[in-house]
């Protein structure tokens, strides 16, 4: 199952029990397309919202077990009803990715790092949470680890994508750790790694670190391929941080990214760790 377009999609179907890729796929067929109407092509952003409260539509009949309304979703939200139902799992969790995706079709700007982690309980969360559930592994302790891995890959997502989000005119960065450390959209703008941009960002890669690790133990916690998977995916996260930092938080001309060499050396290290 291809995951390089939904980044925060934590699970590859060849490490998965076969009882669970049927909804784990369904799963990520539903965030994929989701995604994709808030992120992808040139619609109107009205029209995006509107297929977005399409699928708030088609999960409100999921909850009600009746048919639904537009047939065009049928393939999506057939295959989803048989999964939700099948392992009881919380519709809420799909409405906040929806939430979410909805507020990035308006929302470019972060006012401080509760909103944006906020949004991350909203984009990232879910998931993990979701897997959870599959795995009949829910409880509070694992679902507080989960959020702070799903939340830190998707922090380290940002830092490593400044560049590229600019590009989108969106700024992930915390605009009131942006003043306090005196960095400007200008200076985004201009691809400038000056001691100011440099000092923002070791805070922000400090922070998604020390979430990581928070959340790190919860790898041990589970059994078998699916907790080999999330130690590698741990790794993963370090890893693209550690890169941040030895291009000298650089993201403008060194987007950080893993080679197989890199993967080979992070599965081994998930193996023995």
């Not at 509107?50 to 065009?72: T, V």
């Not at 006012?111 to 949004?119: C, H, K, R, V």
């Not at 590229?164 to 306090?180: F, G, N, V």
Request: proline share 5%; net charge neutral; glycine share 6%.
């Amino acid at each position: 199952m291809p995951v390089d377009h939904y980044e925060n999609f934590p699970v590859a179907s060849f490490l998965l029990p076969a009882r669970l890729r049927e909804p784990v796929e369904a799963i990520y067929a539903f965030a994929r397309s989701a995604d994709d109407i808030a992120d992808e092509g040139d619609a109107l952003p009205v029209m995006r919202l509107a297929q977005l409260n399409d699928y708030r539509r088609a999960l409100h009949a999921i909850e009600q077990n009746r048919p639904f309304d537009d047939p065009g979703l049928a393939p999506i939200f057939e295959r989803l009803a048989r999964n939700i139902h099948q392992f009881k799992l919380p519709i809420g969790l799909f409405r906040d990715l929806l939430d979410a995706f909805s507020q990035d079709v308006g929302k470019t700007r972060y006012t401080d790092f509760a909103e944006l982690t906020d949004y991350c309980r909203r984009s990232a969360n879910p998931v993990g949470r979701l897997l959870l559930c599959l795995y009949r592994a829910e409880t509070p302790d694992n679902l507080i680890m989960s959020d702070q891995i799903c939340t830190s890959l998707q922090l380290i997502n940002f830092w490593q994508d400044v560049a590229i989000d600019w590009q989108k005119q969106r700024i992930y960065l915390p605009l009131a750790d942006m003043q306090r450390f005196g960095v400007t959209e200008a200076d985004i703008n201009a691809g400038v790694v000056s001691h100011e941009f440099s000092a923002l960002m070791d805070f922000q890669v400090q922070r998604a670190r020390s979430m990581m690790r928070h959340g790190a133990p919860l790898a041990r916690r589970l059994p078998g391929r699916i907790g080999w998977e999330l130690r590698l995916m741990v790794q993963g996260g370090l890893a693209i941080l550690d890169k941040i930092e030895a291009n000298g938080y650089d993201v403008f001309r060194h987007r950080p990214t893993l080679g197989k060499t890199d993967w080979l050396r992070l599965a081994w290290r998930a193996t023995i760790r």
